[in-house]
């Protein structure tokens, strides 16, 4: 549909402009044909066509002057017809607001349309970029203020209230820097427990005090994370801040700062007033947050990222390694480089999270290795089944098959006493620290809590409770788990995967099989915080949280060392879409038979599937030049075009947007529609495949419902194999017509597995370690001094002294080293140094932290603090590289434990290109930075003489 300009300005344009409160015929908002060069820009005279057309001066109409709300020009636009490229008018639009710069030294927005494509430049500060909509006045008003404070100059300052770990600072300084540019996307991956959110917030802050925003939206995936950033990020960093939780409906659009789950977003941003106008414009908001962002961008909420035209950061805590590249292509990253990074195993050696691998338990029952057959039942088991109605002859199960098609009460409660027994415990070694058990379904959970029950009566059933997501208290026991000291244990079934964020847990158990890396590492990331983050220390064991431990009864582990990329999912098009596509096959093989009565019966249910397509929706309407193509008559007679090969590359796409999809409704007509291809085709196997499937479906009708005890008769009908043998289409075509609609109505009925109430036993343990462990000179160092030293105590008068804290003397200090050489422990400064509890230090020092009397100084520590506190102090003068330089100085020097000018001209320093470390540093801050490295080898490593 071709149209001119004229059209295309009153059908599209014009409806465009509306829908975001602009009201053409408003000479206070809105003002056609206005000469730019006899207009007074400054008197808010404008001129139009009608007014200067016929004079002798000089004349430039720009099609649209938007004015803000004092009457002052606030943007423009240029108008092409439908058929044309709209950035053709780039350059004379250009004009035109250089003509209104030119009056009023102030720059305006810049609009082009051609009806069905808008693109929006703001000159100030960003190339032409293509929106789903106009701007809303107060949006373009809040745009120009920040344009107008906007310091390019200004060094950027990190807030160290918010984030004070070096690696922090510098993702939050690569971000801005990123964003600085003009680059409008950025992605950050960054390990679970690392921090991401208190991140997210720093940014926030950094781009709300230098006026780049001031309407923020972060969204999340999963209400868990939306109370995270809401709880956990803007009511503790920004308590003067207005702000919302939007938890549906219409929203206070007064406020600054908001919070939102994407499910509740999709449905508020296409909601229009009694007028007609979006409640919300693509310029709604400055910034947008997107918590998770893998798991939203490529799916049915893509929209709202499209409609809204905000700068967008993802966040995730996936490794970068299995993010998806369409994730890294939607936030413009340079191939799949994140633009800000901390990994798990970064995080770990910085002693921000703690690791796993140092202890996994893998362990199996009997019947999960062998099975379960008819000869492992008891008789009193064989007359249990009998009595329900099931052979005993045919139990005959794979370990694998276990809580899915048959249950043994025995395994729940072999495992739940496995991890009682072996687990790590709370300070005061009575009860588990907090763990987390991942159960295969709500069924299985069950069973789990009721084994700690019979087997634990005397916790009276507070020591572990189930949390999934269809229980109404869900919120509140996640709460006690995060918060009370019971329960201890979180049994659940997918819910606390991810999200959930209680630093104390010490003890997962896997009690599921986990074939997705990305759910693996989520699931994993549930006990990596640091003993730092806990705040309750009776909960841990011996009051500190040094690892955690993970139980493995279903061999995860050993899976991923064969599989290390784990199954691969293809995802699948959506359900409409393959409704779609079996309809254009019908189609196709009809059209072979030259059937026109069946051939119009189809091409009708196809139109109405385009019909039904939402026009509000941003993804639709961008293709309302092929949906108006689809629709025409003239598409099947046109030579040119396969009209079944467009609608499938055009059209059958676009059906994964359809709204008021019941999922029971689009099953079985799928179902019917393959019924119906396969009638065609003469494919009695696919018909005989289908005939249990649909009737399955059919019996699962509860006919106690008067819509469905309507149509019982024909329910009947399809239930008998009358109505299978000699099935025409138009059989198939009745059940979508009859049939489907009810299916709304189905029962659920999920599958029950054989239940069998037999004990069960742990058969094998594999204790796997997957990272090193302290040489074994140090642990028989350690042994052996501890143990000599522990056997003098009780009868060495200088070892009693050091333990009262009295002062010793000379010949004390003698008397000591001498029955400790006799001993045979020959005390040298290399021996102390030597001790991985005492690195550094005096005999007397080490003897009492021996006895728990003196903790030494933890070298890593002491750099550590060294490094931190410099680069928060003088995080406004470094950018992100030059604070990565400076963490690479203090990881070098960890190792070496000594650092002199010329080592920063050499690997790994030369890494950082031709400019480092100069130009990157003047001379003061390399000498600031050897004079940091110099005080601690002296403080930590230099040995007296």
């Keep these: 549909m071709d149209l001119n300009e004229l059209r295309t300005r009153k059908e599209k344009i014009d409806v465009y402009l509306a829908e975001q409160g602009w009201d053409v015929t408003d000479r206070a908002s809105v003002i056609l044909e206005v000469d730019t060069r006899q207009s007074d820009f400054l008197a808010y005279s404008y001129k139009t066509v009608a007014e200067t057309l016929k004079n002798d001066l000089e004349s430039k109409y720009v099609d649209y002057l938007l004015l803000d709300s004092l009457g002052a020009p606030l943007a423009i636009i240029e108008a092409k017809r439908t058929s044309k490229d709209p950035l053709i008018g780039q350059k004379q639009a250009e004009q035109y607001a250089d003509d209104i710069k030119w009056q009023t030294g102030k720059d305006v927005f810049i609009f082009l349309s051609n009806g069905y494509e808008i693109w929006f430049w703001d000159r100030e500060r960003y190339p032409l970029r293509q929106l789903k909509g106009f701007y809303a006045q107060k949006d373009l008003e809040r745009l120009r203020f920040q344009n107008a404070r906007i310091d390019p100059e200004r ?59 001031q309407r923020v939206l972060f969204l999340t995936d999963r209400k868990a994370l939306r109370d995270q950033a809401w709880n956990k990020g803007f009511l503790e960093f920004f308590p003067h801040e207005a702000k919302d939780k939007i938890l549906h409906g219409r929203f206070n659009q007064e406020k600054r700062l908001y919070v939102s789950t994407i499910q509740t977003f999709q449905e508020i941003y296409t909601q229009k007033d009694g007028h007609g106008q979006y409640l919300i414009s693509p310029g709604e908001f400055d910034l947008i947050i997107s918590d998770e962002a893998h798991r939203s961008i490529y799916n049915k909420w893509r929209d709202v990222f499209t409609y809204l035209d905000a700068v967008q950061i993802g966040l995730t805590a996936t490794p970068a390694e299995l993010v998806d590249r369409d994730t890294f292509r939607f936030f413009q990253c340079d191939g799949a480089m994140p633009t800000a990074l901390y990994s798990y195993d970064e995080a770990v050696r910085d002693g921000v999270l703690v690791d796993f691998r140092k202890s996994i338990l893998g362990a199996q029952t009997h019947f999960q290795i062998e099975g379960i057959r008819p000869s492992d039942l008891t008789e009193s088991e064989r007359d249990r089944l009998i009595e329900q109605g099931i052979d005993p002859d045919d139990i005959d199960f794979e370990g694998t098959e276990l809580e899915k098609k048959v249950a043994v009460k025995g395994t729940s409660e072999a495992i739940v006493r496995e991890f009682m027994e072996n687990g790590l415990m709370d300070q005061a070694g009575t009860l588990p620290a907090k763990s987390i058990f991942f159960a295969i379904s709500k069924k299985h959970a069950r069973r789990l809590h009721e084994a700690f029950d019979d087997l634990y009566p005397e916790y009276k059933g507070r020591l572990a409770r189930i949390i999934v997501s269809d229980d109404p208290r869900a919120d509140a026991l996640i709460h006690d788990f995060e918060h009370e000291s019971f329960p201890r244990v979180a049994i659940s079934v997918d819910m606390l995967d991810t999200g959930i964020d209680v630093p104390e847990v010490c003890n997962l158990v896997f009690a599921k ?83 026109e009565e069946r051939l119009g019966l189809v091409r009708q249910r196809i139109e109405e599937d385009i019909r039904a397509l939402p026009m509000d929706s941003v993804s639709v309407r961008e293709h309302e030049q092929e949906i108006a193509k689809a629709l025409s008559p003239n598409l099947w007679d046109n030579v040119g075009v396969d009209p079944l090969e467009y609608l499938k590359s055009t059209i059958m796409p676009l059906m994964r947007f359809q709204t008021g999809v019941n999922l029971n409704v689009a099953s079985f007509t799928l179902k019917a529609e393959r019924l119906g291809l396969a009638v065609l085709e003469g494919n009695e196997k696919e018909i005989e495949r289908l005939a249990p499937e649909i009737g399955g479906m059919v019996d699962h009708l509860p006919r106690t419902l008067n819509v469905v005890r309507e149509k019982e008769e024909q329910l009947d009908e399809v239930l008998s194999r009358a109505f299978w043998k000699g099935l025409s289409f138009e059989g198939a075509a009745g059940l979508i017509e009859d049939v489907a609609p009810l299916m709304r109505y189905m029962s659920k009925e999920a599958y029950e597995p054989i239940v069998i109430d037999m004990g069960d036993i742990i058969k094998e343990r594999t204790f796997w370690t997957l990272a090193e462990e302290a040489p074994e000179y140090e642990v028989a160092f350690r042994e052996t001094v501890e143990r000599r030293v522990t056997d003098l105590a009780d ?101 070496k434990k000594h650092i002199v000018m010329d080592d920063l001209f050499l690997a790994p320093f030369t890494n950082f290109g031709s400019t480092a470390p100069v130009p990157m540093f003047d001379e003061d801050d390399l000498v600031a930075f050897i004079g940091i490295c110099q005080g601690l080898e002296r403080e930590l490593f230099a040995v007296e003489a």
């Design 513 to 595: 099989p986990v074939f997705s890396k990305i759910k693996f590492w989520q699931m994993l990331g549930r006990g990596t915080r640091s003993d730092s983050a806990c705040k309750h220390r009776e909960w841990l064991p011996d009051g500190h949280k040094e690892y955690f431990k993970v139980f493995d009864f279903w061999n995860n582990f050993e899976y991923w060392n064969m599989n290390p990329e784990g199954v691969k999912n293809e995802p699948t098009e959506a359900i409409t879409s393959r409704i779609f596509l079996l309809r254009l096959k019908q189609l196709e093989r009809l059209r072979e038979q030259d059937d």
């Design 795 to 895: 009868h060495s008068p200088a070892i009693q002294k050091i333990l009262r804290d009295e002062p010793i003397s000379e010949e004390d200090l003698r008397g000591l080293e001498e029955a400790l050489s006799e001993a045979g422990v020959n005390v040298t400064d290399e021996m102390l140094q030597a001790s991985p509890r005492h690195p550094h230090g005096t005999l007397i020092e080490f003897i009492r932290s021996l006895f728990g009397l003196y903790e030494a100084p933890d070298p890593r520590k002491k750099i550590e603090e060294a490094f931190r506190t410099y680069m928060i102090e003088n995080n406004k003068r470094y950018s992100a590289d030059q604070l990565h330089f400076i963490r690479t100085i203090q990881t070098v020097f960890m190792r």
């Design 155 to 213: 060094l950027i300052e990190v807030n160290t209230r918010i984030v004070d770990r070096p690696k922090s600072i510098e993702n939050v300084k690569r971000v801005l820097e990123h964003l600085y540019k003009g680059h409008r996307k950025a992605l950050i991956v960054m390990a679970t427990g690392t921090g991401k959110t208190r991140v997210a917030m720093a940014i926030i802050d950094a781009l709300l005090r230098e006026n780049r925003a």
